[in-house]
């Protein structure tokens, strides 16, 4: 049974040059349009199927589809369209872009051409342009979009399967904010959507790549975050696990004690300096203007300790990922970024770099639980 997967967004949907992967992926198994797979600011992709391989830039296209082809010989068809710089107000359903038309007209096309077609996912890079603009409740409009989604491609494909969303974490509030980090949200509101809404899947974070500037990941980084899509979309749709990333499941305190206890996909977390620049307590802050963090320690395969100078304030919080790191950079030496990753030792099958699930960004208060309660995610 062939798949589809539809990828959209900004910039790094539609991939960043040059172009790596350009023999084909497997020349019978994953297919995408000529000129594709992803179109970028308005281009037209031809009507006509060929093998997968990138044209200019590399998109995660290649990278997710060899990923699940190491799994699964179902043959896969990648497609997409995405425009640089937009908002959602742009690239939404009905928006001056065209671009969800777009995607749509590329769904139905490759419909067109294999009758018993499968939807697959959507797969989402976006949220840089609404964080800067400070867009407040990019929850809800993510919420909205694969709403827009389902309705439309459910009639293409004559299902009511929930489809699922795949998304990744906004990772350079660095890198566009120079003042008060406080207004870029789109970290914070993609990890909360994520929670609330069960077709929306979090893949990850972004910060432990390689950035060509304050907000672009290369090339190198784009394949191997393709990788790390097809692996959270195998663990949700072939082995039946549910997916979740590495993130916080509850903060609680004793006196001097902060505990945060970790959703961790493949236990033990551990504390990776090698990879990931330290920032300084692996990417952890307190905000509290009576305490302060002095250490912070494993205190099992999926749980962290901070330590204080004295009991915090009622009102405290913690963050991770969000306030550290230089402005106007991005990415794992210089960028808002954290040390905490997990065991996994799934590899890249373009490349055999490590496929590490590393935390979410977040910003908690220090009496915080995962709102559903349920770990199967």
Request: hydrophobic residues 35%; glycine residues 8%; aromatic residues 8%.
């Amino acid at each position: 049974m062939t798949h589809l997967f539809l990828i959209t967004g900004q910039s790094l949907a539609t991939g960043r040059a040059p172009a790596m992967t350009v023999d084909p992926v497997a020349q019978d198994q994953a297919l995408c349009f000529d000129g594709g797979p992803v179109g970028e600011n308005g281009q037209s992709l031809t009507t006509r199927l060929g093998p997968l391989r990138e044209t200019g830039t590399e998109t995660i296209a290649s990278g997710f589809a060899a990923q699940l082809l190491q799994t699964s010989s179902d043959p896969l068809i990648l497609a997409g369209q995405g425009w640089a710089g937009q908002p959602y107000a742009a690239l939404r359903k009905g928006g001056p872009s065209h671009v969800f038309e777009q995607v749509i007209a590329q769904a139905q096309m490759a419909k067109t051409h294999v009758p018993q077609l499968r939807l697959g996912a959507i797969l989402l890079l976006h949220g840089e342009t609404d964080g800067a603009q400070a867009t407040p409740d990019y929850d809800r409009i993510l919420a909205q979009w694969h709403q827009d989604f389902s309705s439309a491609l459910s009639d293409i494909f004559d299902t009511v399967e929930p489809m699922p969303m795949l998304l990744c974490q906004t990772s350079s509030i660095s890198g566009y904010c120079s003042g008060d980090r406080r207004h870029f949200r789109t970290p914070q509101m993609q990890f909360q959507a994520a929670l609330t809404h069960p077709q929306l899947v979090l893949v990850g974070p972004k910060y432990q790549y390689d950035y060509i500037d304050w907000a672009h990941i290369d090339a190198t980084s784009t394949r191997r975050h393709g990788a790390l899509f097809a692996k959270a979309y195998r663990w949700l749709a072939q082995e039946g696990k549910g997916w979740h990333p590495l993130q916080p499941r509850r903060l609680t305190h004793t006196d001097s004690t902060v505990l945060i206890d970790f959703d961790v996909p493949v236990e033990p977390l551990c504390f990776d300096t090698e990879h990931v620049r330290d920032p300084g307590q692996y990417g952890f802050s307190l905000h509290d203007p009576q305490s302060h963090i002095i250490a912070v320690e494993r205190a099992g395969p999926s749980r962290i300790r901070l330590v204080l100078d004295r009991p915090p304030a009622r009102s405290a919080r913690v963050s991770y990922a969000l306030y550290n790191g230089t402005s106007g950079r991005s990415g794992r030496l210089e960028g808002a970024r954290g040390c905490v990753r997990d065991s996994d030792t799934e590899r890249s099958a373009l490349d055999d770099s490590p496929l590490f699930n590393w935390s979410v960004a977040f910003d908690l208060p220090i009496e915080w639980e995962h709102p559903d309660g349920d770990r199967s995610r």
